[in-house]
T-cell receptor, first 119, second 113 residues
């Protein structure tokens, strides 16, 4: 079974600074996907960034980037130029690859990191 | 606008009553999912459906039931057999198969008194 671990229950960062959130996972699969989701106080889950395990290049989305270390099973999220609107819970999630018509494509979530951006 | 709707946003029920949470999507997605979120926990999968008239149990299906009679609808019933039903419930959908991004609804907060 796959597991996802986020070892930082809470973090804080000053506005405009950079912060890195940690995530490790355990799997025997070779082909899978990793995600970071953001859940602001509204509780709406929003996809921040996604990484395919077969890609060596780290994914980036504007101020958000990941450091994907497949051998170490590590998937950290870096937020640059932090903004007040980045205050939220951040969840790391794993999904194994399935072929179309396969029976399982559900997400395995970590317990989350609560990020506070301070002015 | 395309998206996922969940209703109601807040729901209160007495202990021992069954309650049904609504989830509708107009994204033409094949797959739909129900997750439960408790304080200090990540999301845990209750049930999922890859196609109409078919669904599978997730990690914590006991005390819950679902149906998938229409592509756009995936209601979740919390039965009296669920020992601790107070939680935040999130519905999600995806195209399915190898295309993996899941889109989430706004959630329903269920409180059992």
């Amino acid at each position: 079974a796959q597991t996802v671990t986020q070892s930082q229950p809470e973090m804080s960062v000053q506005e405009a600074e950079t912060v890195t959130l940690s995530c490790t996972y355990d799997t025997s699969e070779n082909n899978y996907y990793l995600f970071w989701y953001k859940q602001p106080p509204s509780r709406q889950m929003i996809l921040v960034i996604r990484q395919e395990a077969y890609k060596q290049q780290n994914a980036t989305e504007n101020r958000f980037s990941v450091n994907f270390q497949k051998a170490a099973k590590s998937f950290s999220l870096k937020i640059s130029d932090s903004q007040l609107g980045d205050t939220a819970m951040y969840f790391c999630a794993f999904m194994k690859h399935v072929e179309y018509g396969g029976s399982q494509g559900n997400l395995i979530f970590g317990k989350g990191t609560k990020l506070s951006v301070k002015p | 606008d395309g998206g996922i709707t969940q209703s109601p946003k807040y729901l209160f029920r007495k202990e021992g009553q069954n309650v049904t949470l609504s989830c509708e999507q107009n994204l033409n997605h094949d797959a739909m999912y129900w997750y439960r979120q408790d304080p200090g926990q990540g999301l845990r999968l209750i049930y999922y459906s890859q196609i109409v008239n078919d669904f599978q149990k997730g990690d914590i299906a006991e005390g819950y039931s679902v149906s998938r009679e229409k592509k756009e609808s995936f209601p979740l019933t919390v039965t009296s057999a669920q020992k601790n039903p107070t939680a935040f419930y999130l519905c999600a959908s995806s195209i399915g198969g190898a295309l993996t991004q899941q889109f989430f609804g706004p959630g329903t907060r269920l409180t059992v008194l």
